[in-house]
Structure formats: C-alpha cells, structure tokens
C-alpha cells in the first residue's frame, strides 16, 4: 500500500513537472518566434517588436518598411530574431536615445537595418558588444546573407543584414511548428517527455541526446528552436 502511494505521488510529481516543462518550452518558443510572426509575418513582428521595446526601455524607436509580403519561415525567424538581438545591444551598451529599424528589399535581397545614435564602437564595452553580434553574423551566414557593421567617428552604429529572398516563397508553409531537441542520460525520461510532446501537435522533436557531447553534435545538425536538458545531464 505504501508503495502504490509513493508510485502515485511520483507520478503525480511527474506529470506537474512535465507540464510545467511544456508551460516553459511555450514561453521561450513565444520570446523566439512570437505568434504574430507566425500569423501576420516579418513586417508586423518587427513592429510589435519596436513597440514593446520603446515601451520596455524608453528609447525611441522609428520603424519603417517597405516590404509587407511573406517571407520563408526560416528567413522570417533569422530576420526577427537578429532584430531582437541588435535592440538588445542597442538597450545594454550603446547610450542611444533613438533607433531607426528599416525593412526593405534591394536586388533580390530583404535587407534589415537597424542604426542608432549612441556612442557607437570605441568604447571600453567593445568587446561585449561585438560578441553580442556574433549571433546575428551567424544568422545571417546561415541564411546564405551578409551582415555589416558600420560606426562612424561621430557615434552612432548601424547594423544592417542582407538575406536572399528564396523563389517561391509564397508556397511556404507559416504554420507554428517549434522544433524541440531532447537532453536526458535517461532513457525512459526521455521517452516520457516524447509521448508528452508527441501530442502537442505545434512541436516536433528533431533529435534526443544522452549526453553533453550528442547535445551539441545534434544542436549542430538538427538547429532546433529549443533544447529541453536536463543540467545535470553527463559530460
């Protein structure tokens, strides 16, 4: 009896544990690739975005664009989320006041700007912030595009990314889909955590690792959107 107690309050402990984990992976895939991205595209993401950001920080923002049709999914998130990181540089070290975001197509290219009227590079933050680049150079490699940095004597910096647009990118599909990377030296853990998510029908799980080492192997070769790991989880 008191063992079929205990089985059950595990269980129970399980299940609020799982679904807590599904609550998170919910939350960070929203800050990743926001619904209205999803549904409405580049162009209204980026300006919920600068809304919520001016609201945040203060700093003014002026968003312009001239492109307002669909882009690839992948284009779409690497865009947005390059907006997201050059906004956050812009609230951590440049001092600025105002923002301009500009969205924009020019030879077959969606170009995104982002300049503002801070202290620019040269300063003693330099190198954290040219790290917090590094994402955004990333992105942009990946998505076969360019990213530039420009800083004037003067001050200010301008960020500017450069992606191809793909042919046919109006037969891309837009529906939500977060693709999910499972970390656990547990078999049986992992295997609970894909019959739970194997019903959510916006997540597909791209991979499973039992350790350290096969996390970043598959994070390389799978580029999930999120990776659910346990911190204890060997090597």
């Keep these: 009896m008191n063992w079929d107690r205990r089985s059950a309050a595990f269980l129970e402990d399980s299940i609020r544990l799982t679904d807590d984990a599904i609550r998170s992976v919910?939350?960070?895939?929203?800050?990743?690739?926001?619904?209205?991205?999803?549904?409405f595209g580049l162009d209204a993401g980026l300006s919920w975005l600068c809304e919520g950001f001016m609201q945040r920080t203060g700093i003014e923002v002026d968003y312009r664009s001239s492109h307002q049709s669909r882009l690839p999914d992948d284009t779409e998130t690497q865009?947005?989320?390059?907006?997201q990181e050059a906004l956050t540089n812009v609230a951590r070290h440049s001092g600025a006041t105002k923002v301009t975001v500009e969205l924009g197509t020019k030879n077959g290219r969606i170009r995104l700007r982002v300049t503002d009227n801070g202290k620019g590079l040269g300063?003693?933050?330099?190198?954290?912030?040219?790290?917090?680049m590094t994402g955004m150079r990333t992105r942009a490699r990946v998505a076969g595009?360019?990213?530039?940095?420009?800083?004037?004597?003067?001050?200010?910096?301008?960020?500017?990314?450069?992606?191809?647009?793909?042919?046919?990118?109006n037969e891309e599909s837009h529906e939500p889909h977060i693709r999910i990377l499972l970390a656990d030296d547990?078999?049986?853990?992992?295997?609970?955590?894909?019959a739970i998510l194997a019903q959510q029908p916006d997540m597909?799980?791209?991979?499973?690792?039992?350790?350290?080492?096969?996390?970043?192997?598959?994070?390389?070769?799978?580029?999930?959107?999120?990776?659910?790991?346990d911190v204890a989880c060997r090597n």
């Excluded at 865009?79 to 907006?83: K, Y």
């Excluded at 200010?156 to 647009?165: A, S």
């Design 79 to 83: 865009l947005f989320r390059s907006a």
């Design 26 to 39: 919910r939350q960070r895939s929203q800050l990743l690739r926001p619904t209205i991205l999803d549904d």
């Design 145 to 169: 595009g360019v990213f530039r940095v420009t800083s004037p004597e003067s001050g200010g910096l301008t960020v500017d990314v450069r992606i191809p647009i793909p042919p046919d990118d």
């Design 186 to 194: 547990h078999a049986v853990v992992r295997q609970g955590f894909r």
């Design 123 to 132: 300063s003693a933050e330099d190198g954290v912030r040219t790290l917090g």
């Design 204 to 229: 597909t799980i791209v991979g499973e690792a039992g350790n350290g080492r096969e996390v970043l192997a598959l994070a390389e070769k799978t580029k999930p959107d999120l990776i659910v790991m």
